[in-house]
């Protein structure tokens, strides 16, 4: 197994390191659909995969860390709908949310993970505690 450190020589083995990327924080980006402010509020969002790190990726992975400072956390997402599935997966305990699907609003507390098919109305509000959100959404690229 190696190491995916560049080591400056050129071996066959290589074509696929283009493959392995550094996650970043998203910062002062823009994301449709969300409050950079109120992400902000909540912690820092890292991308770990778009189309943009990775030439022909067809996911867009962003892990959010979490922690609800005050009474509730703040409304950050509008209901919106995407072409491509997506979900929100909750791996740690610690958070409660709030998820809108169509017409139907659920209280639920991580672990959990919560599916969205195309085309289904929906948003996400952290309501309290401190964790991890994992969203996975079916697309190159998200911003």
């Known amino acids: 197994m190696r190491d995916h450190k560049n080591t400056g020589r050129s071996h066959k083995w290589e074509k696929y390191e283009k493959l392995i990327v550094k996650p970043f924080d998203w910062e002062d980006r823009d994301l449709v659909f969300h409050s950079k402010q ?7 969002l890292i991308s770990f995969l778009n189309q943009k790190m990775v030439e022909g990726a067809d996911l867009n992975v962003f892990v959010h860390h979490i922690e609800v400072k005050g009474e509730t956390g703040p409304d950050y ?24 699907l169509g017409d139907e609003k659920y209280r639920a507390e991580s672990p959990a993970t919560v ?20 969203c996975i959404l079916r697309k190159g690229y998200y911003g």
């Open 115 to 134: 599916f969205i098919p195309a085309g289904l109305k929906h948003n996400l509000k952290i309501l309290k505690g401190k964790g991890i959100e994992v």
């Open 77 to 100: 997402v509008e209901v919106h709908t995407h072409d491509v599935s997506q979900a929100y997966v909750f791996p740690e305990p610690g958070l409660t949310f709030e998820v809108t």
């Open 38 to 44: 109120g992400m902000s509020e909540l912690g820092p």
